[in-house]
Antibody
Framework: EVQLVESGGGLIQPGGSLRLSCAAS????????MTWVRQAPGKGLEWVSV???????NYADSVTGRFTISRDYSKNTVDLQMKSLRDEDTAMYYC?????????WGQGTLVTVSS | DIQMTQSPSSLSASVGDRVTITCRAS??????LNWFQQKPGKAPKLLIY???SLQIGVPSRFSGSGSETDFTLTISSLQREDIATYYC?????????FGQGTKLEIK
C-alpha cells in the first residue's frame, strides 16, 4: 500500500522561505513521478509541480522561479523548497503519486503566509 | 496553457438520480482526463483515470466518457455518500490544470 506523509508547513511571513517534505512508503520516489498540488482555503485544486522518474521537473506559472522540487533517494522523500512566499501561496499542500495517475495522496500540510 | 472548464459549478440532485458533470478542454487532450472526488476536510480521491478507467475500489455507478475536448463524469444512481466536490484534471501536458470544481448536493 502506498502512503504519503507531508510535513514542514507552518506560519511564515511574506517574502520568507519554507521547505515541505513528503515521505513515501510503498513506492520509490526515484522510479515514480511525484507531484505537489495545493488548495487555498475555500478554493479549488491547483497543480503546483512534478518531478518525473527521469528527474525532469515542471512548475505552474504561479510558482516558477520561486519553488523548487527535488527528491532524496536515501530518505525516499520529495521536497518542495518555497522562496519569496506571497499571501496567495497560503494553502493546504498535498503530495500525490501512485501506480495510476494521482491515485495516492497525503493528508496535506498547511502553509500560511501572513505578517 | 490548456484551460479546463467544468459545468455546472454546483448541482443539487435527489438520491437515485442520474447525475452528469461535464468538463471541456481548451484544446485537444486526447483521453488524458481524470476525475477526482473531494469531501470536506479530506484529500482528493481518484475516481476515473484516462477518461473512462475506473480506479480500483470505486463503485461501478461512477463512469467516465469523452475524448479530445469534451468529457463527462456520470453517477448512474446518486447515493448520499456521493456528496462532495468533483474535479476534472488533464494530464496531457503541463501545467496539469484542474477544472474549477462541481459541488454536488442532495436535494
Amino acid at each position: 500500500e502506498v502512503q504519503l506523509v507531508e510535513s514542514g508547513g507552518g506560519l511564515i511571513q511574506p517574502g520568507g522561505s519554507l521547505r515541505l517534505s513528503c515521505a513515501a512508503s510503498g513506492l520509490s520516489v526515484m522510479t515514480n513521478y511525484m507531484t505537489w498540488v495545493r488548495q487555498a482555503p475555500g478554493k479549488g485544486l491547483e497543480w503546483v509541480s512534478v518531478i518525473y522518474a527521469g528527474g525532469s521537473t515542471n512548475y505552474a506559472d504561479s510558482v516558477t522561479g520561486r519553488f523548487t522540487i527535488s527528491r532524496d533517494y536515501s530518505k525516499n522523500t520529495v521536497d518542495l523548497q518555497m522562496k519569496s512566499l506571497r499571501d496567495e501561496d497560503t494553502a493546504m499542500y498535498y503530495c500525490a503519486s501512485g501506480k495510476t495517475w494521482l491515485s495516492s495522496w497525503g493528508q496535506g500540510t498547511l502553509v500560511t503566509v501572513s505578517s | 496553457d490548456i484551460q479546463m472548464t467544468q459545468s455546472p459549478s454546483s448541482l443539487s440532485a435527489s438520491v437515485g438520480d442520474r447525475v452528469t458533470i461535464t468538463c471541456r478542454a481548451s484544446q485537444n487532450i486526447g483521453r488524458y482526463l481524470n476525475w477526482f472526488q473531494q469531501k470536506p476536510g479530506k484529500a482528493p480521491k481518484l475516481l476515473i483515470y484516462t477518461t473512462s478507467s475506473l480506479q480500483i475500489g470505486v463503485p461501478s455507478r461512477f463512469s467516465g466518457s469523452g475524448s479530445e475536448t469534451d468529457f463527462t463524469l456520470t453517477i448512474s444512481s446518486l447515493q448520499r455518500e456521493d456528496i462532495a466536490t468533483y474535479y476534472c484534471q488533464q494530464n496531457n501536458s503541463t501545467p496539469y490544470i484542474f477544472g474549477q470544481g462541481t459541488k454536488l448536493e442532495i436535494k
